[in-house]
């Protein structure tokens, strides 16, 4: 079965093309540059930027697989996949309304998928170089290490998930205010740093003390498994405006990045750790922008490491948003509902699984 996947849920544009659990091409745009100026994503450029990329992305993404044939036969597409939600709205619609066209189009199933039930595949998908043909795919073992406990954290959403078995899952817990790659972006503008934050804390934390300044760790003794992120950062800002001369010694910027991150990933690790060993999981699984934070992937690994858990952690360029994911998952999805030996049979134009 081959699947053309769209994204298009925050800010950037993506398109996929998977096969039998392997990723024939992923291609990522990042519109990052442009909201930069502004601080944050702002949901109308988004959208703009994906009704100008979208169609050049997913031309890449089909001449990248070895699709590109010409203009005059139909693409050899089974099926179309896009985000359903959760993102933001306008932006979503561009993606999710124009894999819908594609379908109708082609007389072909759609599916619409969960954004973060696809985040649950990325720690699944083994690196181009890992492979004997230089393609990226599904473990096939993936299934073994359910259930597991995933953290997926990124700039909208701060997530632990229980994943029971394949297709099942349920949230242990979610974010109450702000989410922690939200956490990083907006210290670091307290900071003076530009936006995203997050990649440039990363980078001063390495030469700070993480002890350097006391934060507090929100929820972290609380028995439930929310997060909340608000206080730390108003902590932050109570902080800078106290000890502003600060800001003007590197050094002290560095000491101050290390202490705002160490109370983010203690509080996130912590909380992981809590989660799998009271639901009695071998396996710790996580993805997301900020799961790109080096300091974040040691101290899972430490702490993985220490309880005997198994850990597994998507690839950086998989961490961040991507089709890829949301490819991958559309088929275990089709795989699920129509065994092989049934599905031509069953699946009938304009059938949608949304
Ligand atoms: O998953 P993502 O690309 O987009 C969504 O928000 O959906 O995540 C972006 C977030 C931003 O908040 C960014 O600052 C954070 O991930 N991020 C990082 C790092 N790289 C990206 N945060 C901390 N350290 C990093 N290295
Ligand atoms: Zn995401």
């Known amino acids: 079965m081959t699947l053309l996947a769209l994204e298009t849920s925050c800010d ?9 659990g392997k990723i024939l091409a992923n291609i990522v745009s990042s ?14 450029l988004a959208a703009r930027e994906h009704l100008k990329n979208l169609l050049p992305v997913a031309r ?19 099926a179309v996949a896009a985000t359903q939600g959760p993102g933001l709205g306008i932006a979503l619609l561009v993606g999710f309304k124009a894999a819908q066209a594609v379908a109708f189009a082609l007389n072909k199933p759609f599916v619409g998928i969960h954004h973060h039930e696809a985040h649950l595949y990325s720690p699944w998908i083994a690196s181009r170089s890992a492979a004997a043909d230089g393609t990226s795919s599904l473990y096939a073992d993936f299934a073994a290490f359910q259930p597991n406990v995933s953290l997926i954290v990124s700039g909208g959403h701060t997530l632990l998930v229980l994943v029971e078995s394949e297709l099942k899952h349920r949230v242990l817990g979610g974010t109450m205010d702000d989410a922690a790659g939200e956490c990083f972006d907006k210290t670091g503008k ?4 530009a936006y995203p934050a997050g990649p440039i804390i990363d980078q001063l934390a390495e030469a700070g003390n993480p002890n350097a300044f006391s934060f507090p760790r929100p929820l972290l003794h609380e028995a439930h498994d929310d997060f909340s992120f608000s206080g730390l950062k108003t902590s932050v800002r109570y902080f800078i405006r106290d000890h502003a001369a600060l800001l003007q010694d590197r050094s002290s910027v ?3 990045c290390a202490s705002v991150q160490a109370a983010i ?7 992981t750790l809590r989660a799998a060993q009271r639901e009695g999981v071998r396996c710790v699984t996580a993805s997301g922008g900020v799961t790109c934070n080096r300091a974040l992937r040691a101290a899972l690994e430490k702490a993985c490491r220490k309880s005997g858990v198994t850990l597994r952690l998507a690839e950086k ?3 961040t948003d991507n089709a890829a994911m949301i490819g991958i998952l559309a088929e275990r999805k089709l795989l699920a509902r129509f065994p092989e030996s049934s599905r031509d049979e069953e699946i009938k134009p304009g059938w949608a699984l949304t």
């Open 12 to 20: 950037e544009t993506s398109a996929a093309v998977v096969r039998d």
């Open 31 to 44: 519109q990052i540059k442009l909201h930069a100026e502004y601080g944050g994503v702002v949901p109308e």
């Open 60 to 78: 890449a993404a089909l001449h990248a697989a070895g699709l590109a044939i010409p203009a005059d036969q139909p693409l050899p597409i089974d």
């Open 190 to 193: 307290l900071m003076g740093l």
């Open 254 to 256: 560095c000491d101050l």
């Open 265 to 271: 990933i203690e509080v996130l690790v912590k909380k």
């Open 317 to 319: 360029s998989l961490c």
